[in-house]
C-alpha cells in the first residue's frame, strides 16, 4: 500500500510542465485497486472525484471493486501562484501544496469546512494567512463548546475532552494555526478527506500528515485561499484551465473570473474557447488543456 501511495505522491509531484512561475503536476496514470480500496477511499488518497472514476472506467456501482483492477486515473492541477515559501490550502480544490525557495516539496489532498449545516455557514474553512504556532504529537481533543451543541441536537453523548487514542478525530499529529480554531491534523475518518465534512479544520491522510509533520518547521507561514479557477501556461506555451465547483458560492460569475485570468496571462489568441467552455460547464477539477 505504502509503495503505490509513494509512487502516486512521486507522480503527483512531478512537474512535467514547468515555467518561471506555471507549475502543472500529477497527470493520467493507473491505480491498481488493493485489498480494502473503495472508490471514496481512492479518490482521497489520489485527490479526484469517485463519481469521475467510476465514469471514465465504466464501473457498475453494483458490484464490488476487484483486487488488481486496474483504473485510468487523472490527477493533473495547477499549483496555485501565492507564494515560494509555506503552506498554501485551496479551499475549492481540496489540496495542501507546500513549497520551499519555489520549489513543491510535497502536494496532497485535505477535507475542508462543510458548506451548510443546518443553513448555517459557520463550518465553512476561512481564508486568511497564518503562522504554525504550535507542533503536538498525540494531542487531547478539548471539544469546543460549538461542537458539544453540535452533539446534543443531534442525538449524541456529549464529549468535552477526547484523550489520545484511536478514537481521538484529531488523530496522532497535529498543526495549530495562528487562525482561530483552524488546525491541520491527521484524521481517523480517511474517507473524509478530498471533501467538506469537518467543523473548518484541514483534515490529513495519516500517510501525509506524518511526514508533513516531521517536515514542517515551527513558525512556518501559510494562506488559506479559495480560487476555483486556476490558469497556468506550460513552457511549451500550452494552456491549462482548472475548473473547480464554487463551492462556497463565493464568486458569481466563474466565467467572468475564466476571463479575467486568460486577459491577465494575455493567452487569448493561444486558446480553443470551446474547450474552455467544456471545462466551465465540467468543473472536474482537473487543469484541461485549452489550447488551440
Not at 59 to 66: E, T, V, Y
Not at 142 to 165: A, H, N, R, T, Y
Request: aromatic share 8%; net charge positive; hydrophobic share 40%.
Amino acid at each position: 500500500m505504502k509503495t503505490i501511495l509513494t509512487l502516486f505522491l512521486l507522480m503527483l509531484l512531478s512537474a512535467s510542465y514547468v515555467s518561471a512561475s506555471d507549475m502543472i503536476i500529477g497527470g493520467e496514470t493507473v491505480y491498481q485497486v488493493v485489498k480494502g480500496d473503495t472508490l471514496e477511499g481512492i479518490g482521497a488518497k489520489l485527490g479526484v472525484k469517485w463519481q469521475r472514476l467510476v465514469q471514465e472506467n465504466s464501473l457498475d456501482l453494483n458490484r464490488a471493486l476487484k483486487i488488481g483492477l486496474k483504473l485510468r486515473v487523472n490527477n493533473r492541477r495547477i499549483v496555485p501562484k501565492v507564494s515560494d515559501n509555506g503552506l498554501i490550502i485551496n479551499i475549492p480544490d481540496r489540496m495542501l501544496y507546500f513549497l520551499k525557495n519555489g520549489r513543491l516539496e510535497t502536494a496532497f489532498p485535505v477535507g475542508l469546512g462543510t458548506p451548510l449545516w443546518r443553513g448555517s455557514t459557520k463550518w465553512r474553512t476561512p481564508e486568511g494567512k497564518f503562522k504554525i504556532v504550535n507542533k503536538q504529537k498525540n494531542p487531547p481533543w478539548f471539544v469546543p463548546e460549538s461542537i458539544q451543541e453540535e452533539m446534543e441536537l443531534e442525538g449524541k453523548p456529549v464529549d468535552i475532552i477526547v484523550p489520545p487514542g484511536p478514537d481521538n478525530p484529531l488523530g496522532r499529529y497535529i498543526l495549530r494555526t495562528s487562525i482561530q480554531g483552524i488546525e491541520i491534523h491527521e484524521t481517523i475518518w480517511p474517507t473524509s478527506v478530498y471533501q467538506f465534512r469537518s467543523h473548518g479544520c484541514i483534515r490529513v491522510l495519516p500517510e501525509h500528515m506524518e511526514k508533513l509533520f516531521r517536515d514542517i518547521e515551527p513558525e512556518a507561514t501559510g494562506e488559506i485561499i479559495y480560487n476555483p479557477v486556476k490558469l497556468a501556461v506550460s513552457k511549451e506555451g500550452r494552456v491549462f484551465l482548472e475548473v473547480h465547483r464554487d463551492i462556497y458560492s463565493k464568486l458569481n460569475d466563474l466565467e467572468n473570473e475564466t476571463k479575467k485570468l486568460i486577459r491577465k496571462a494575455a493567452v487569448e489568441k493561444k486558446i480553443n474557447w470551446q474547450k474552455v467552455n467544456a471545462a466551465l460547464k465540467d468543473k472536474s477539477g482537473i487543469a484541461e488543456d485549452v489550447s488551440l
